[in-house]
């Protein structure tokens, strides 16, 4: 299975930059499609989606978020960081079944 | 605007069998997509549980492949989760999602609310 690591928490002051990383234990990329996307959730409610492959912006989602990245890492950026993104954040992978999730990174304010 | 709903018990005995319903409204699940089950940890891990196709056909991971059953009944738009000889680690928020069919768009772009199921005697 491929594994996705992500770091547990990232405490960012609001008005900032938070960069929010995943790496994949082998490539998730096939051509140049990167098989990697983004979800956030927010205590007692399902995930959304936030980015699909790796840098297109989901329906609804504001233009504070991007992705970006390639092969085995990536990268959810949401700037500037306002209170309402106080969240988790997962990514997940569709290059190959069983499709993985990473372990969700939790945004915290400085 | 497409809506899913997961029901089901929220607590289940050790050795029996869970089962969850998923009721889609907004999208008949025969038109297009997977349909699938997540599920959630406690401490946050999450995995996908397996899905099954617009056409019937289904894929489950691996690590649950002996255990699981995810069927359908179109005539009311519903599809199920059964996970059998359930153990304390079965434990989870089980979320069911529509799941894009091609895999450039193999991710779930829809959720339910999600139900937490408790595993305990």
């Known amino acids: 299975d491929i594994v996705l690591t992500q770091s547990p928490v990232l405490a960012v002051s609001l008005g900032q930059r938070a960069t929010i990383s995943c790496r994949a234990s082998?490539?998730?990329?096939?051509?140049?499609?990167?098989?990697m996307h983004w979800y956030q959730q927010k205590p007692g409610q399902q995930p959304k989606l936030l980015i699909y492959?790796?840098?297109n912006l989901a329906s609804g989602i504001p233009a504070r978020f991007s992705g970006s990245g390639s092969g085995t890492d990536f990268t959810l950026t949401i700037d500037p960081v306002q209170a309402d993104d106080i969240a988790a954040y997962y990514c997940q992978q569709s290059r190959e079944s069983p499709f993985t999730f990473g372990s969700g990174t939790k945004l915290e304010i400085k | 605007e497409i809506q899913l709903q997961e029901s089901g018990p929220g607590l289940v005995k050790p050795s029996q069998s869970l089962s969850l319903t998923c009721s889609v409204t907004g999208y008949t699940i025969t038109s297009g997509y997977d349909w699938s089950w997540i599920r959630k940890f406690p401490g946050n891990k999450m995995e996908w549980m397996g899905y099954i196709s617009n056409s019937g056909s289904t894929n489950y991971n691996p690590s649950l492949k002996i255990r699981i059953s995810i069927t359908r009944d179109t005539s009311k738009n519903q599809f199920f989760l059964q996970l059998n000889s359930v153990t304390t680690e079965d434990t989870a928020t089980y979320y069911c999602?529509?799941?894009?069919?091609?895999?450039?768009?193999?991710?779930?772009?829809?959720w339910g609310q999600g139900v937490m199921v408790t595993v305990s005697s």
């Open positions: 082998q490539s998730v990329s096939i051509s140049s499609i990167n098989l």
């Open positions: 492959r790796a840098s």
């Open positions: 999602a529509r799941w894009g069919t091609y895999y450039y768009s193999s991710y779930p772009d829809y």
